[in-house]
């Protein structure tokens, strides 16, 4: 099913993970303002956004620096990437990912493909007040784009950020590759496409066979590298297990609102999937009260004036439905957020 699935990294870790789903054999393309970082990749398609010499966490600056060559950046990918599931890689926090996924997801999200954006979040603590401020502006335009597919949002205060990377490509791609033809049951091709085309965040967990049990499972999706569940209310639940007295209902039951649930058996290792989870908004708004308390402690203690700084806009979520259509100018797309 591998074939299916198209990859693009944004920026610098955007394109890390890219390369990582590249070494799997997935057809990739690299987008980069930083000719360095394109040069630092392996990799065989990378489009350049031209005139540029990185974004500088200024995810504004991105959408000047591609207000000329969108259309084009648009095309190129469009001729490397023709399937219809695409992964769309970026971190929240720098500029060159965090600025160019928002035009770029709702490009092709409006064109009918199925986006799967993969959203890194930085780890508050130990990261700047400009990288909270981009990754909370990142995740509030994120939310607002109608039609995307299922979400995840890997979180930095998990851990190394390299495992963080390995761990989340080994687990899409066994999910999206389950060998599981079993007369006990599977989950075919189009249960695991429904299951990623479902709007909201998603996790993964992946078990060894002596430790599927249904508490195993439940800790594994609450402890893994995504930002934390903070609400029961899911869509679907999947179930691919080597453990067949798995009592599957007993998991749904710790979740609200599942509307349909898929198992299977499986050899080695159990997978576990669930998707159209609510969005993080705790998670979500420490970059927020980072963002202001820095500003805070900036206008308490500089005596020379300090670049104006906005306010953040409150977030908010809703499901309306969504109607992709053919005639989509991606320039429009892009001067609409510049002239936001
Ligand atoms: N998980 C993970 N995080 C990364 C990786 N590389 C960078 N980051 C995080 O991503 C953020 C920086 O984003 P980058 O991708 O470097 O930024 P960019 O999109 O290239 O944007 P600019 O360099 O500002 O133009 C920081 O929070 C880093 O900790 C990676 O390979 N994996
Ligand atoms: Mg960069």
Redesign the pocket.
């Known amino acids: 099913m591998r074939e299916q699935f198209g990859i693009i990294g944004?920026?610098?870790?955007?394109s890390?993970?890219a390369n990582l789903f590249e070494a799997k054999n997935y057809t990739t393309v690299y987008v980069?303002?930083?000719k360095e970082?394109l040069d630092a990749i392996k990799g065989v398609h990378k489009v350049h956004i031209s005139g540029a010499e990185?974004?500088?966490?200024?995810r504004k600056r991105?959408l000047q620096l591609a207000t000329e060559t969108f259309p084009d950046i648009i095309a190129k990918i469009e001729s490397i990437i023709p399937q219809k599931y695409i992964l769309v890689l970026?971190?929240s926090?720098?500029?060159?990912?965090?600025g160019l996924s928002t035009p770029i997801l709702r490009y092709l999200s409006q064109t009918g493909k199925v986006c799967i954006p993969v959203m890194?979040l930085?780890d508050e603590k130990v990261?700047s007040a400009k990288?909270c401020e981009n990754a909370y502006n990142a995740c509030a335009e994120l939310m607002s784009i109608q039609g995307l597919g299922a979400t995840f949002l890997?979180d930095?205060s998990n851990g190394d950020?390299?495992a963080?990377?390995q761990k989340f490509v080994n687990d899409f791609d066994s999910f999206i590759n389950l060998k599981n033809s079993s007369v006990y049951g599977n989950i075919d091709i189009a249960e695991r496409k429904q299951i990623l085309t479902c709007p909201g965040a998603t996790v993964i967990g992946r078990l060894s066979k002596s430790k599927s049990t249904a508490s195993d499972i439940m800790h594994n999706l609450h402890n893994g590298i995504y930002a934390k569940i903070e609400s029961k209310i899911a869509y679907y639940l999947a179930i691919s297990t080597s453990n067949k007295s798995l009592d599957i209902s007993s998991l749904s039951k710790e979740f609200v609102g599942v509307y349909d649930v898929f198992s299977g058996v499986s050899e080695a290792t159990t997978i576990a999937i669930v998707s159209g989870l609510q969005w993080p908004m705790k998670r979500i708004e420490k970059f927020k009260n980072k963002f202001e308390e820095t500003v805070q402690n900036i206008n308490n203690t500089i005596i020379h004036q300090p670049p104006t700084i906005q306010p953040l806009q409150s977030l908010s979520f809703s499901r309306e439905e969504f109607k992709p259509t053919t005639t989509v100018n991606p320039r429009d797309i892009l001067l609409g957020l510049l002239n936001n």
Do not use: H, R, W
Not at 10 to 14: E, I, P, R, V
Not at 54 to 58: E, Q, S, T, V, W
């Open positions: 944004l920026g610098a870790c955007g890390n993970i980069n303002t930083s970082d990185g974004a500088a966490k200024d991105v970026f971190s926090s720098g500029g060159t990912g965090s890194i930085p990261e990288a890997l930095n950020k390299f963080i990377n």
